[in-house]
């Protein structure tokens, strides 16, 4: 039904949405007036991404991957995403046949359509996303209760059929996702059929959770509904939203069964530790990002601070993933034997980080993105940037192919032919993935991205994410309209200039990446100081003018990484890096019968960039010698050291978001030091 969307983009919908208005119309996460937010978001219409790598990748999700996606939801090919809707209204036959959490799914695909139309109205898309409310409200209980599996089989009279009665069902994560979407959908069309549904949604939630036991205290599995509450209560204003957050988070302290795969073994104040699940962790960490945002609590800082600094500094791959175990122990090793418990999809141990059997779900490194960015408007520390443009260029961007419609589940940072074990999920791109929670995930977040560049403060534009874009926004002294013009992150040179400003005094404050070294800056041609302050942003305050320009220079020489040595699986290993972007070594750019793991890295050797416009939609490549060793197949678990110092190889290095997309083969990230 969408196939010819991409034809239609140039329709022009008259529809409430206020476009340029002053106030945006769709921010991530409204901190506009958040009474503890450092920063205030803009709106995802407010910058758009006019050239280069962002430019590109936000032209194939919305030509390709939001049609796409589109069709898969309402034609039921693989699963009946829109048609449980149906099922569940009565207006069609049939049962529930999915994934506990494809409503959910459904959710996110219409947040990322909407954020399309915030930028380009567009009739075709908007009459689906129609349909699509339509069918929603049409399946909700008149108690505001939306769970299609359930309601599909009390339909068909199953007695058991009864919300809130398994745990598991991802009922909460659910209309967590519909509160969200409900919010996103109301400021992008001004109607309030998809909100008012929210609102049902959440009042149901109240009353359920009114006096809860501990046992019915566990329905918070992947808790999407801490966001969507908070963000219910940014869109209505009424307190009882923010109060039913609030309710949520103390009713983890009733579990008295809980385990690390929830993250409910231990209250969240008393957490330090990145464990378990680490979708739902990051999940439940935005969440309470939130609720900082908007309470100020002061207890709630201190979890939020010490498990974003073990995840940092023990527990986060390379390329900005996170959750490396596919099933693992926690607490690993604990004498207490009475408090490990089975974790999924883990954070694992601190310095637990394999390669070919990570897990790092796309989903994870998402819920690091949502999470970083609330911390980022809570603190204004550059930190947090700093890991949402990592993900994103990296461990995000991995999880969707160059084509915009094909999708990974898990990604993994080695993958060798054959797998050293049969792992669930594979490691190539596939349409259809049958927890299909990441790919719409990718796409609203890749159609939202504009929304994360730059955030504002009173008298102050703060840049995070460098980028070719146009940016038309309000200060408080009036508007103010911005050109960046960059090739990154292929090149490091940023240039902002001022196309319409204030008649007052104002800062840019410009992110200077953890990664750089020697930043330099000049206004209108003039040096002027570089130094990023105690927060990471180098801040330039005066009168500004049209036609004002801001030269920052990234200089981006390639660096080789090493491991904490804690880290088994890398040790004695090395990864290339450039900018934000980490490198990995592919089959497809070595000779005909050399394999990746024969292969080592000289710490000495000469890495050349080269940009190549014709290679993987237009790439920078990294050219270098490599050894190759162990050219003698393996017969054995062990043999005699061989003192062979190899033969060179010349090898290239692609982008690591951009493996696997010249057919299956071997891939490694992190390769062994000669």
Not at 175 to 204: I, P
Not at 248 to 271: K, S, Y
Not at 599 to 621: H, I, K, M, N, S
Request: glycine fraction near 8%.
């Amino acid at each position: 039904m969408l196939a010819s969307l991409s034809s239609a983009l140039g329709l022009t919908l008259l529809f409430s949405a206020c476009v340029g208005a002053a106030e945006p119309v769709l921010p991530i996460a409204d901190t506009t007036t958040s009474p503890h937010a450092v920063l205030r978001p803009i709106g995802v219409e407010q910058a758009q991404w006019t050239d280069g790598f962002w430019a590109e990748r936000y032209r194939v999700c919305r030509e390709r991957s939001i049609p796409t996606m589109g069709d898969i939801m309402e034609s039921g090919r693989y699963k009946p995403f829109l048609g449980h809707f149906l099922i569940a209204a009565g207006q069609a036959e049939g049962d529930y046949h999915g994934a506990a959490w494809n409503d959910g799914d459904f959710y996110k695909w219409i947040e990322a359509a909407c954020a399309m139309l915030a930028v380009e109205p567009n009739g075709e898309l908007r009459a689906a996303v129609d349909r699509s409310v339509r069918a929603i409200v049409a399946a909700q209980r008149d108690d505001g209760y939306l769970h299609t599996p359930v309601l599909i089989r009390a339909k068909n009279g199953d007695p058991t059929a009864q919300p809130l009665s398994d745990r598991h069902d991802f009922e909460v994560y659910n209309m967590g996702h519909l509160m969200t979407t409900g919010c996103v959908h109301y400021r992008v069309t001004g109607s309030t059929e998809l909100l008012d549904a929210a609102k049902r949604a959440a009042g149901f939630l109240e009353r359920a959770f009114a006096n809860p036991t501990p046992e019915i205290a566990r329905n918070s599995v992947c808790p999407s509904h801490y966001m969507g509450a908070v963000e219910l209560y940014r869109t209505t204003g009424d307190q009882r939203y923010l109060r039913l957050a609030e309710h949520f988070l103390a009713m983890r302290d009733l579990i008295t069964d809980g385990g690390d795969d929830n993250q409910d073994r231990v209250p969240f104040l008393e957490q330090r530790e990145a464990v378990g699940h680490a979708v739902r962790a990051n999940y439940l960490y935005a969440g309470v990002a939130d609720l900082l945002l908007e309470t100020g609590d002061p207890r709630l800082r201190g979890p939020l601070d010490a498990v974003w600094r073990n995840v940092t500094e023990k527990k986060l791959y390379v390329t900005g993933a996170c959750g490396a175990l596919y099933d693992g122990a926690s607490p690993d090793g604990s004498a207490a034997q009475g408090e490990i418990t089975r974790t999924h999809q883990a954070y694992g141990r601190n310095y637990q980080l394999p390669n070919t059997t990570a897990h790092n779900e796309t989903c994870a490194a998402l819920g690091a993105v949502f999470w970083n960015w609330r911390m980022l408007l809570a603190t204004g520390e550059a930190k947090h940037a700093d890991w949402i443009e990592l993900a994103m260029h990296n461990a995000v961007l991995s999880g969707v192919g160059l084509a915009g419609d094909d999708y990974l589940y898990v990604n993994p940072l080695r993958r060798l032919d054959p797998e050293p074990a049969d792992l669930r999920w594979r490691r190539s791109r596939e349409p259809f993935i049958v927890s299909f929670c990441c790919p719409p995930n990718v796409v609203r977040t890749l159609a939202e991205l504009s929304g994360y560049a730059y955030s504002k403060s009173d008298d102050a534009l703060w840049v995070h994410l460098y980028g070719a874009n146009k940016l038309s926004t309000e200060l408080a002294g009036g508007r103010l309209r911005v050109t960046q013009q960059t090739d990154y992150p292929w090149d490091g040179a940023v240039t902002l200039t001022i196309d319409e400003c204030p008649n007052a005094e104002f800062a840019l404050a410009l992110r200077i990446p953890g990664w750089c070294d020697g930043a330099t800056l000049q206004v209108n041609d003039e040096e002027t100081d570089a130094t990023a302050d105690a927060n990471g942003y180098a801040s330039i305050r005066r009168r500004w003018k049209p036609g004002d320009t801001v030269k920052l220079d990234l200089p981006m020489p390639v660096v080789l990484l090493e491991s904490n040595p804690r880290v088994e699986e890398t040790r004695n290993q090395l990864a290339v890096k450039r900018g934000p972007v980490v490198y990995c070594l592919e089959a497809a750019d070595l000779p005909a019968g050399v394999r990746v793991d024969q292969l080592a890295l000289p710490a000495d050797a000469e890495l050349t960039p080269r940009f190549e416009p014709d290679l993987l939609g237009g790439v920078t490549t990294i050219t270098t010698d490599l050894l190759q060793r162990d050219q003698q197949a393996w017969s054995s678990l062990y043999r005699p050291a061989s003192a062979d110092p190899g033969e060179r190889v010349k090898a290239k290095l692609v982008p690591y978001y951009a493996w696997g997309n010249r057919g299956p083969g071997e891939m490694s990230v992190w390769l062994p030091r000669d």
